[in-house]
């Protein structure tokens, strides 16, 4: 391993050590999934990689809100400069490989291109445009807004943290999904001929629904508040809890009201067309 990344802790330093020598494709797939809060160090590791493809470079970039950083500086100082150093990558060339298509952060049924995304890096243009760039840290690089790339990342069994135990606990360790149940506790099941109660059908059905309601990213976001508070309620939480909360439901709370607006909108071009 590199000697820059040797004070890395345990959990960060076994995924580099795991990407070492894997694809570009792999890295993207395994950067995608990856927890912000617990794999800095893998971030900017996989970020460097000299053949680390634009559309892995892009997916951190929009992951990581880069409006509301350039809109609260003093509050993610160190988010900018992280983002800067990206950027200047970008600007400079380094990202010069770019097979992976990258459509943007949340791409729904029938869309090849993020609204959400797009509707983010206008906001980004208009910032500048208001504030002047020079006088700010970083502007945006046209050349993350999608699409862009030709072809789906392509990955291993043993790539795959839905199909490898090893990733799955290297993920674990970073904070993101669990590690596989053991056979041993998970539940009996039922004999592959016998029939399903149909009060499981009848909800297999509404959940179904659901995840195509247009107003889904609503309900996921009230959620969110809901618990978020709840949480910052139960456990006391310190002062600086509470405007981390707020800055989250604005943010979040403008991201859910385009993409419903852009849900309904599909919707009703669906119908129009039928």
């Not at 800095?40 to 992951?63: G, H, K, M, N």
């Not at 029938?110 to 208009?126: F, Q």
């Not at 002047?132 to 043993?158: Q, Y």
């Amino acid at each position: 391993m590199d000697g820059k990344f040797e004070s890395y802790d345990a959990e960060q330093r076994a995924m580099i050590d795991w990407l070492t020598g894997r694809s570009p494709d792999a890295r993207h797939a395994i950067a995608e999934d990856l927890n912000f809060d617990f794999a800095e160090d893998v971030f900017e590791w996989i970020l460097t990689q000299p053949d680390c493809d634009l559309a892995t470079a892009a997916s951190y970039f929009w992951r990581a809100g880069p409006l509301e950083r350039l809109e609260h500086p003093d509050t993610f100082e160190e988010d900018n400069l992280t983002l800067k150093r990206l950027v200047d990558r970008v600007n400079a060339g380094f990202y010069s490989r770019s097979e992976i298509y990258y459509g943007g952060q949340e791409l729904w049924e029938g869309e090849d291109v993020c609204s959400w995304t797009v509707a983010e890096a206008e906001g980004l243009r208009e910032f500048a445009r208001a504030h002047g760039a020079s006088n700010l840290p970083w502007t945006l690089p046209e050349a993350l807004v999608p699409p862009f790339g030709h072809r789906a990342a392509r990955i291993s069994d043993e790539e795959d943290p839905l199909k490898s135990e090893e990733l799955r606990k290297l993920f674990a360790g970073l904070g993101t999904g669990s590690e596989l149940i053991p056979a041993s506790l998970k539940a009996d099941q039922p004999p592959k001929g016998m029939p399903q109660p149909a009060q499981q059908l009848t909800v297999g059905k509404r959940i179904a629904r659901l995840s195509n309601s247009a107003f889904r990213p609503l309900y996921l976001y009230l959620a969110f508040v809901a618990a978020g508070w709840g949480l910052i309620y139960v456990f006391d939480a310190p002062r600086l809890a509470y405007p981390v909360m707020i800055i989250c439901c604005l943010r979040f709370g403008r991201m859910t009201f385009g993409m419903v607006r852009s849900g309904m909108n599909r919707k009703a071009e669906n119908r129009a067309a039928r």
